[in-house]
């Protein structure tokens, strides 16, 4: 059963901490993305990643970092510099020209 | 620079059609994107057109494309409950990136 997953589904953090979101898919894509929503508005590009081993910031890359050293898994973390964190996070992956997107994580940062 | 605009609302009587219109300023996009997205869920690709095309159909859905007038429109035919959701138009914008809209929810009634 092919797909990206994404967990948790809902995450709990006091401010301060620092916050790893999990993502993962067995679909063979070489190209992950990190995408950030917030009520109202549409999806921001937090980074993305073409290839193993590298990545690039997207729109609001600060206060996150990634690594990519499986094509498999592309985790982000949410660190105490980021100054709004709470939101919804959606991984996706792209083959060709389509891009596919998880079912997303909540955080909440109180 | 890259911004979609999409109107905010849409409501719409089931059996109906539905025509969802959104705004592009990228005159070098490849690719328009339509996604939707259901509560709590993340983005499903419904359907995408390739810059140099004017229409395309799948099943219930038609995009339409103006490329002088960066204009994009989805329409459904036939609307049903199921469809009720947040429709997000995408532009590709390099580097297969996306730049999306603040998306357009639409809510079907009896």
């Known amino acids: 059963d092919g797909g990206i997953t994404q967990s948790p589904k809902y995450l709990f953090r006091k401010e301060g901490q620092n916050v790893t979101l999990s993502c993962e898919q067995n679909?063979?894509?070489?190209?992950m993305y990190w995408y950030r929503q917030d009520p109202g508005q549409g999806l921001r590009l937090i980074y993305y990643?073409?290839?193993?081993?590298?990545?690039q910031k997207g729109d609001i890359a600060e206060g996150y970092s990634v690594s990519r050293e499986k094509k498999e898994s592309f985790p982000l973390t949410v660190t105490s510099a980021q100054k709004n964190p709470t939101a919804f996070y959606l991984c996706?992956?792209?083959?060709?020209?389509?891009?596919?997107f998880g079912p997303g994580t909540r955080l909440t940062v109180t | 620079g890259e911004d979609v605009e999409q109107s905010l609302f849409l409501s719409v009587r089931e059996g109906d059609s539905s025509v969802i219109n959104c705004t592009y300023t990228?005159?070098?996009?490849?690719?328009l994107y339509w996604y939707k997205q259901e509560p709590g869920a993340g983005l499903q690709l419904l359907t995408y057109?390739?810059?140099?095309?004017d229409m395309k159909q799948d099943q219930r859905l038609t995009v339409l494309l103006n490329k002088k007038d960066k204009h994009l429109s989805l329409r459904i035919a036939d609307t049903q409950t199921g469809d009720s959701a947040i429709y997000f138009c995408?532009?590709?914008?390099?580097?297969?990136?996306?730049?999306f809209g603040a998306g357009t929810t639409v809510t079907v009634r009896a």
């Open positions: 995408a532009e590709s914008i390099g580097d297969y990136k996306l730049s």
């Open positions: 679909l063979n894509h070489d190209a």
């Open positions: 990643s073409q290839i193993v081993n590298d990545f």
């Open positions: 990228d005159s070098s996009s490849t690719y």
């Open positions: 057109i390739f810059s140099n095309m």
């Open positions: 996706a992956s792209r083959r060709g020209d389509e891009q596919y």
